[in-house]
T-cell receptor, first 117, second 113 residues
Framework: AQTVTQSQPEMSVQEAETVTLSCTYD???????LFWYKQPPSRQMILVIR??????QNATENRFSVNFQKAAKSFSLKISDSQLGDAAMYFC??????????????FGKGTKLTVNP | ETGVTQSPTHLIKTRGQQVTLRCSSQ?????VSWYQQALGQGPQFIFQ???????GRGNFPPRFSGLQFPNYSSELNVNALELDDSALYLC????????????FGPGTRLTVL
């Protein structure tokens, strides 16, 4: 079974600074997808960034980027120029890529990010 | 384009009762997934429905059941409620395909007393 581990229950960052959230995962599959989701106090889960395992290039979305280390099974999220609106719970998630079966997401326990003004 | 909606927002039940939670998929989506998120935890996969058929199930007992309707909306039913069923229940819809994002609803907060 696949597992996702987020070792930082809480992180804080000063506004305009950079912060990195860690995630490791365990799988025996070679084809999969990794995600970072943001869950603000409003509870609605929002996709931040996605990485396909077969792609060597790290994904980027504006101020958000990942460091994907496939051999180490590591998938960290870097937030640059942090803004007050970035404060939320961040979840790392895994989804198998093999055709057939459900497209379920396996989530880590989350990291609570606080942004200080 | 209407996003994923869930009802009710909050719900309080007593142990042993039954509950039905509802989810309306985003327009054009044919797959619905349900997740349970206990306080301070990440979401746990309950099951997924594709074209009205269950398409995968997580480690949840049979008293958790679901339906998907022809318009792709969905229900989650929980029988014989237990205190540990208190959680946020999230619904996510998507178009089947490995490049397609799951869009989440705001969730239903269930409290079992």
């Amino acid at each position: 079974a696949q597992t996702v581990t987020q070792s930082q229950p809480e992180m804080s960052v000063q506004e305009a600074e950079t912060v990195t959230l860690s995630c490791t995962y365990d799988t025996s599959e070679s084809d999969y997808y990794l995600f970072w989701y943001k869950q603000p106090p409003s509870r609605q889960m929002i996709l931040v960034i996605r990485q396909e395992a077969y792609k060597q290039q790290n994904a980027t979305e504006n101020r958000f980027s990942v460091n994907f280390q496939k051999a180490a099974k590591s998938f960290s999220l870097k937030i640059s120029d942090s803004q007050l609106g970035d404060a939320a719970m961040y979840f790392c998630a895994y989804r198998r890529g093999t055709q057939g079966g459900s497209e379920k997401l396996v989530f880590g326990k989350g990291t609570k990010l606080t942004v200080n003004p | 384009e209407t996003g994923v909606t869930q009802s009710p927002t909050h719900l309080i039940k007593t142990r042993g009762q039954q509950v039905t939670l509802r989810c309306s998929s985003q327009s054009g989506h044919n797959t619905v997934s349900w997740y349970q998120q206990a306080l301070g935890q990440g979401p746990q996969f309950i099951f997924q429905y594709y074209r009205e058929e269950e398409n995968g199930r997580g480690n949840f007992p049979p008293r958790f059941s679901g339906l998907q309707f022809p318009n792709y909306s969905s229900e989650l039913n929980v029988n014989a409620l237990e205190l540990d069923d208190s959680a946020l229940y999230l619904c996510a819809s998507s178009m089947t395909g490995f490049y397609n994002e799951q869009f989440f609803g705001p969730g239903t907060r269930l409290t079992v007393l």
